[in-house]
């Protein structure tokens, strides 16, 4: 009798065991979910991820380009008379090569006579300030992670006859630079300076 209970136990717990286990459509189901939920979840991440490269990549745009603009309007804000020839056309105050390149050639407000230029470097596509006289240099205003696409000057009032303030209308465009054209951020900007020194 005792063996016989313990055989039928025996059955019931191969039974049982039987039934615990996972059939072959139940495991292909489970491992496609899976693979759906992972496919999403690594989609979202490089999609952030991207995002991310993009916002910091236009931060960096956007704080280069402001400085370059920043330093260029405080130099043509101070500019002096030309009485050293900087323009070669005495006496106006700027001398706008926008025809044929994108410059701006004037006389800076420092006490040794200095001739300053900006100008659009046109085989690296950067903007560069040029002195001449003493102590000549020219110095980059935008680092190489920057491609300035146009840079355009517009020079008003800047003879003394016209009893108008001088002013200077810059504007550039600029992109970052990075491995696909349509995820690389650009800015558009523009800003207007007059001369402080009274046009007299």
């Not at 696409?149 to 108008?164: L, Y």
């Amino acid at each position: 009798m005792g063996r016989l209970k313990m055989k039928k136990n025996i059955n019931k717990n191969i039974k049982k065991n039987k039934n615990q286990g996972f059939t072959l459509v139940e495991i292909l189901i489970s491992v496609t979910i899976l693979v759906m939920i992972f496919s999403i979840v690594s989609g979202l991440f490089f999609s952030a991820l991207q995002s991310q490269r993009r916002s910091l990549s236009l931060q960096s745009l956007l704080k280069e380009v402001s400085y370059a603009m920043e330093y260029m309007s405080r130099q043509l804000r101070m500019t002096q008379k030309d009485d050293i020839g900087c323009t070669a056309l005495d006496p106006l105050e700027y001398k706008n090569y926008a025809t044929t390149v994108s410059s701006i050639k004037f006389r800076s407000y420092h006490e040794d006579p200095q001739c300053l230029e900006f100008f659009l470097e046109t085989g690296s596509n950067r903007l560069k300030a040029k002195r001449t006289i003493t102590a000549p240099s020219e110095d980059y205003l935008t680092s190489e992670n920057i491609i300035v696409e146009s840079f355009n000057i517009i020079v008003e009032g800047d003879e003394p006859s016209d009893e108008t303030q001088p002013k200077v209308t810059i504007s550039l465009k600029a992109r970052a630079k990075g491995a696909k054209q349509e995820s690389q951020p650009e800015i558009q900007i523009q800003t207007t300076v007059s001369q402080r020194n009274l046009d007299i």
